[in-house]
């Protein structure tokens, strides 16, 4: 759901309006003018442009070429000032109003109190119970338990997000890499101040990886190779923006015009020519142009998608073979297995095929494992899940 949420937005600009805008915008443009019954319908993109929904005429219509570059950009960097801002500064902010809201709510009391006519004020103590040496830890303790509970989902979720900016659009805004780079430097120390200052203290838990994101990651990591191969391969220039030298221009470089946008629109004008004597005639046309089109994408996604894994590969069995087998840390694993498995088949062997030692082994079960070791407790619990397999087998 984050993911969606987060590159919904792009995904729809990249490969749709920015491609293919020129001719589809002016499309639903017509589409609205039948429901909504205006002559006129303003275009997004062209601030004084106006379109007439009369005739379609798709050479007035220019697409916003920033638009992309734009959103990523918000979502870069603008979107990271506000979350640090919510996650450091608004808590800052929120206790200085509510010390202030109650400092005046007391006054209001001690004001009340005295138009009353007491005789005298006696501050009440906050829980006359905690023993005068410990009331101020406690009280420190009953502030820091109404902290909100750190969540380390949400910590993982905005890293896995960053990194599918990162990846998957660094060819659209090439230096979001080291904005990414700068935002996690503070945010490193931001997340620091807030796990200390601004939630409750987690209970800390070991762990081998990071688990289930470390999916998380390669699919935003084979995805990104899927994606970039689209762009590159959708926003090509077209051929007449493609000049005799390798001079590039802003206007080149920016350009609406790609080579998918122009074959796009030479199907749509050549079905319209096919269909004037039928109508169906010219739809099947136009879909049998399109596919073609629409194919030819998917021939640098398998090309990239075959060379990522290939490379993956590679280097997983080159890593594996120079640093991990034959290690004293792979052998030593490798005995710590097979001595968990020896001890597990030797306590379920059969009867006729018990090892020569097992029948010291049931005598002495006491003896088998050291008290002091870490896996005693394992080996020595009841297993009522083990019993009722055994009680459902068969018997001859």
Not at 51 to 79: G, K
Not at 108 to 118: A, D, I, P, V
Not at 132 to 154: K, M, Q, S
Request: charged share 25%; proline share 6%; net charge negative.
């Amino acid at each position: 759901v984050h993911g969606l949420v987060a590159y919904a937005g792009l995904v729809l600009t990249a490969f749709i309006y920015v491609p293919f805008g020129v001719i589809l915008v002016p499309y639903l443009a017509g589409l609205t003018h039948r429901f909504m019954k205006q002559d006129s319908i303003h275009l997004e993109g062209s601030p004084d442009l106006y379109l007439n929904t009369r005739a379609l005429d798709f050479s007035t219509y220019s697409i916003n070429t920033t638009r992309l570059y734009e959103q990523l950009f918000a979502y870069q960097v603008t979107n990271q000032i506000v979350d640090t801002f919510s996650e450091v500064g608004l808590p800052y902010l929120l206790k200085i109003a509510s010390f202030r809201w109650n400092k005046l709510r007391v006054d209001r009391q001690e004001k009340r109190r005295l138009n009353e006519k007491s005789a005298e004020k006696v501050p009440r103590p906050a829980n006359s119970t905690d023993a005068p040496d410990e009331h101020e830890l406690l009280e420190r303790l009953r502030e820091e338990a109404n902290l909100p509970e750190y969540r380390l989902f949400v910590e993982y979720a905005e890293m896995a997000i960053q990194f599918g900016y990162v990846v998957l659009w660094t060819v659209v805004w090439p230096i979001s890499p080291l904005f990414s780079f700068v935002n996690n430097f503070f945010e490193l120390r931001t997340d620091a101040i807030k796990l200390t200052k601004h939630s409750r203290r987690p209970i800390p838990a070991r762990c081998d990886s990071i688990g289930p994101w470390l999916e998380v990651l390669s699919t935003l990591t084979w995805l990104g190779v899927i994606i970039n191969a689209l762009l590159v391969h959708l926003f090509q220039p077209s051929a007449n923006q493609i000049g005799s030298t390798v001079k590039h221009t802003e206007d080149k470089t920016t350009s609406p015009e790609t080579i998918v946008a122009d074959l796009f629109t030479a199907a749509i004008v050549q079905s319209n020519m096919a269909g004037v004597g039928g109508c169906e005639e010219g739809d099947r046309g136009l879909y049998e142009r399109l596919g073609p089109i629409l194919l030819s994408a998917l021939i640098p996604v398998l090309v990239s998608e075959h060379g990522f894994f290939l490379m993956r590969f590679f280097i997983r069995e080159a890593v594996s073979r120079l640093q991990w087998k034959d290690s004293p840390a792979a052998l030593k694993q490798m005995r710590a297995d097979w001595e968990l498995k020896q001890s597990f088949v030797d306590r379920l062997d059969l009867q006729e095929n018990r090892s020569p030692g097992f029948d010291y082994f049931l005598k002495n079960d006491d003896l088998c494992l050291d008290p002091k070791h870490p896996d005693f407790s394992f080996w020595h619990r009841d297993d009522p899940a083990l019993q009722e397999i055994n009680r459902l087998m068969k018997t001859d």
